[in-house]
């Protein structure tokens, strides 16, 4: 059973944010969950390869479930 979910993100300063969102759910959830946050926090640049956040400087690099 997952408890929480944190995402990766990679600021273009070179810092590392990984803030935890409260989940209760199985593994499977929260992958899908993490795909959802991912499609809505960020726009892909197929041309880089990269998800760029939409409001803020940084990357969306994944997520763990925990």
């Known amino acids: ?3 929480e979910i944190t995402l990766i993100i990679l ?3 070179g810092e590392l944010k990984l803030p935890s969102i409260p ?8 992958l899908d ?5 991912r499609i809505e926090h960020a726009t892909h640049n ?3 390869n990269i ?3 939409n409001h ?4 969306w690099q994944g ?3 925990e």
């Open 1 to 3: 059973m997952v408890k």
């Open 11 to 13: 600021l273009f300063n």
């Open 23 to 30: 989940f209760e759910g199985t593994v499977m959830e929260c």
């Open 33 to 37: 969950y993490g795909n959802e946050l």
């Open 46 to 48: 197929e041309e880089q």
């Open 51 to 53: 998800w760029y956040m």
């Open 56 to 59: 803020g400087p940084g990357t």
């Open 63 to 65: 997520f763990i479930c």
